[in-house]
């Protein structure tokens, strides 16, 4: 089992860019779930699919984030522009079901620095 | 609000001694627990799960323990390892239909040789 693949692992841009966060989920997992981890508020979840639907986007702290799901192998976490506030490990995780009933298996992550 | 908070940050271990991680959570309608380890440079990476019907769940070296009554999740391990330093979290899930983990702070686990 490959495991989650997140891309790039290490990122650094000036503020103003674009940037996207790229993650494969497992085979055959059907949810799909985007984090961001600082010291300062620890692991939060921005957003989640289920069968390349989002279902709550909530957590994504304003409009400068997008994420997509165009198939279920793929999902994009876009920030534009980006801000020095953005820095952080940024987490993809994927479940093959409901995440009550299964654990979510995380990828080794994005670390982001925006200067 | 809801949360999942952990007890204690910082937790150093003698090699070959076992280790006691604790969690609180305020969410009475939790019904699904995990903890993860995290390594350094690496995501987190699932441990042991348990759901609200039992009190206890042993893996290897690993053993959680459920209390619904005062709302407190432990993880245990054994004969801890160099290997078993970590950050540590806690993870729980409501019955509510979604699918969100709240995660705990987490705790530091040093294991000293």
């Known amino acids: 089992d490959a495991g989650v693949i997140q891309s790039p692992r290490h990122e650094v841009t000036e503020m103003g860019q674009e940037v996207t966060l790229r993650c494969k989920p497992i085979?055959?997992?059907?949810?799909l779930f985007w984090y961001r981890q600082t010291m300062m508020r620890g692991l939060e979840l921005l957003i989640y699919?289920?069968?390349?639907?989002?279902?709550?986007d909530s957590g994504m702290p304003e409009d400068r984030f997008s994420a997509k799901m165009p198939n279920a192998s793929f999902s994009t976490l876009k920030i534009q522009p980006s801000e020095p506030r953005d820095s952080a490990v940024y987490f993809c995780?994927?479940?093959?079901?409901?995440?009550?009933?299964?654990?979510?298996?995380f990828g080794d992550g994005t670390r982001l620095s925006i200067l | 609000g809801e949360s999942v908070g952990l007890h204690l940050p910082t937790l150093s271990v003698q090699e070959g001694d076992n280790s006691i991680i604790n969690c609180a959570y305020s969410n009475s309608a939790s019904d699904y627990f995990i903890w993860y380890k995290q390594e350094s440079g690496k995501g987190p990476q699932f441990i042991i799960d348990?759901?609200?019907?039992?009190d206890k769940r042993q893996g290897q070296r690993v053993t959680v323990l459920l209390n619904k009554t005062v709302k407190h999740l432990s993880l245990q391990i054994a004969a801890t390892q160099p290997g078993d330093s970590a950050v540590y979290f806690c993870?729980?899930?409501?019955?509510?239909?979604?699918?969100?983990?709240?995660f705990g702070t987490g705790t530091r686990l040093t294991i000293i040789p």
């Open positions: 085979s055959g997992h059907n949810s």
């Open positions: 993870a729980e899930t409501s019955n509510f239909g979604n699918e969100k983990l709240t």
């Open positions: 699919f289920n069968n390349n639907v989002p279902i709550d």
């Open positions: 348990i759901r609200s019907n039992m």
């Open positions: 995780a994927s479940s093959p079901r409901r995440a009550r009933d299964q654990p979510q298996h």
